[in-house]
């Protein structure tokens, strides 16, 4: 069965090449629009799985269609907003993922794919991969650095299981590379660069934000093991 896929976006290069690479056999353009207003008249009349809706827009913006549909549609948003408040509104309003452009097609089409899941345990999983992908986003730590994924997967070990930050060395860093089929050094040593990237693009002021408190400023680095814990804590807690 072909995934329906409905794409609103008013910039012209952008929409010619989501077309482009969607127009195969597992996908079906059912619309595009280049403003709100006319995405909301063609959503009368069709009906797609997954909304890939840009938010500044002519007429009425994405947030304005996540208003009137945020809840009834599964919708990515694919924006060149990089603010977190921005993000945050973007998911309270019922958007299921939050892509910042540029991005590769492969990554949307994944987030595509995850969001045509449906079972529960899979949504739970979804709901907290979105919530650490935001986190990582609003701190500045991109997607396509090696760094992202070991990161995310020592986040999400250290929810399941709070006594393993003490073990970062002997037990989370062998389990994330085997994982990945890499070596533990290779895990530490990308988590470090990604944690140091967050930090030198300055987003300091996003991170004490985040976590509610003034926790860092620039001249100090959580070590791996802190900004894991602190992250898995911040998720356990709204979890309650």
Same mark, same amino acid.
């Given at each position: ?47 797609? #799985? ?8 002519? $007429?009425?913006?994405?947030?304005? &269609?996540?208003? +009137?549909?945020?809840? /009834? ?86 929810? #399941? ?8 060395? $002997?037990?989370?860093?062998?389990? &994330?590379?085997? +994982?990945?089929?890499? /070596? ?57």
């Amino acid at each position: 069965m072909k995934t329906r896929l409905m794409i609103v976006d008013d910039n012209e290069d952008f929409l010619d090449e989501c077309v482009a690479y969607f127009s195969k056999e597992d996908y079906e353009i059912v619309a595009t629009a280049a403003d709100g207003e006319d995405a909301l008249e063609k959503l009368k009349t069709v009906k797609p #799985d997954v909304i890939l809706l840009d938010l500044v827009m002519p $007429k009425l913006d994405g947030y304005g &269609v996540l208003e +009137r549909v945020g809840g /009834s549609q599964k919708v990515i948003v694919t924006s060149a907003l990089s603010a977190g408040s921005f993000i945050t509104k973007a998911i309270n309003l019922g958007a299921k993922y939050y892509m910042m452009k540029p991005f590769r097609f492969e990554q949307l089409e994944s987030r595509i794919a995850e969001c045509m899941k449906d079972s529960p345990s899979l949504r739970k999983n979804r709901s907290l991969d979105e919530k650490i992908t935001n986190i990582f986003i609003t701190v500045g730590i991109p997607a396509h650095i090696k760094g992202y994924q070991f990161l995310r997967e020592a986040i999400k070990m250290a929810i #399941d299981n709070p006594d393993i930050i003490n073990s970062i060395t $002997k037990r989370l860093y062998p389990e &994330v590379a085997q +994982r990945f089929d890499t /070596s533990p050094s290779k895990v530490e040593r990308a988590i470090r660069h990604a944690i140091e990237v967050a930090w030198n693009r300055g987003k300091i002021e996003n991170i004490n934000s985040l976590f509610g408190v003034r926790v860092y400023n620039h001249n100090e680095k959580p070590t791996n093991g802190e900004f894991i814990a602190l992250v898995a804590d911040k998720m356990l807690l709204e979890s309650v």
